[in-house]
């Protein structure tokens, strides 16, 4: 099995909704804020190469936005999907499975795309698109904190397209992906996301989503304010962490602008970063 990270661009949220109730001055000094305190942050998918199976983790923001919704999140970078795709030597045809996360817009936006004709359809043509049935019937009648977030463009074609299949518990997901290992499903950021845990290089490897979106978001209480229930995120959190750096895990961080991949240790504060590399540094 071989693991690729894909850059699909950047772009930029407030800071201080990136961090909850963490003040300014103690956050900008892991992510400097620009004029308008907004941060910028990357979006970042896995591809995981596996005999016949070639499966994508979470999609990015995708290309059908207009300029008015583009401007607002300042898309910016060089990257998209479809060209970090491309340097693997893969296209969207090859794609067997799509692994989404959860379905907010940063994360599942690319697997939807608007044809020339203004038609939306499934980016991958040949893949199975995974979600769960209690986050789908979440995203699909959102409450109003969360409906920003859940676009319905980027949700419906992919059940329209009949490729949609739901993993709803965890000796589901394991049978349905036999490449995980293991699947956290996370109630705090969003109802029932899901983090993916892989064997590679014989470590355990989690591709964190927004349980940990950076190493700036690993002291406990920094939450992001955009999460549904920010104490559960707290527990969850605080769980995988911990057990990240009893076993030496690879925590793969899918905003952070800076680093790929982490670890993290034990501290007399608690679990901190330990070190940071790129995936392809294993
Ligand atoms: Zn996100």
């Not at 076993?247 to 007399?268: G, I, K, P, R, S």
């Amino acid at each position: 099995m071989k693991l690729h990270t894909l850059d699909t661009g950047l772009f930029k949220l407030d800071g201080g909704a990136m961090f909850g109730v963490v003040p300014k001055s103690i956050w900008q000094r892991t992510n400097p804020a620009d004029g308008n305190n907004m941060c910028t942050w990357a979006m970042r998918c896995l591809l995981v190469e596996d005999g016949k199976r070639l499966l994508l983790i979470d999609t990015g923001i995708g290309n059908k936005q207009d300029e008015k919704f583009r401007g607002h999140f300042y898309l910016h970078g060089d990257d998209t999907l479809e060209k970090s795709l491309r340097q693997r030597g893969f296209t969207s045809a090859d794609i067997t499975d799509v692994f989404l996360t959860h379905l907010h817009f940063d994360h599942c936006g690319g697997a939807v795309l608007r044809t020339a004709d203004g038609a939306l359809r499934a980016a991958f043509p040949s893949a199975t698109f995974w979600s769960n049935q209690a986050h789908w019937d979440w995203a699909v009648t959102p409450n109003v904190r969360e409906k920003a977030s859940f676009l319905k463009e980027n949700i419906l074609p992919i059940q329209e397209s009949g490729q949609l299949k739901f993993i709803n518990s965890v000796s589901e997901g394991l049978a349905a992906l036999p490449q995980f290992s293991d699947l956290i499903f996370a109630d705090g950021h969003t109802e029932k996301m899901m983090v993916p845990v892989l064997d590679y290089k014989g470590r355990k490897l989690a591709y964190m989503a927004d349980l940990l979106p950076s190493t700036g978001h690993i002291p406990l209480p920094y939450v992001m304010g955009y999460d549904m229930r920010p104490l559960q995120t707290l527990a969850e959190k605080e769980a995988v962490l911990r057990r990240a750096a009893d076993e030496n895990w690879v925590l793969l961080l899918e905003h952070d602008a800076v680093n790929e991949a982490c670890t993290v240790q034990h501290t007399e504060k608690g679990v901190r970063l330990a070190e940071t590399f790129r995936l392809s540094e294993l």
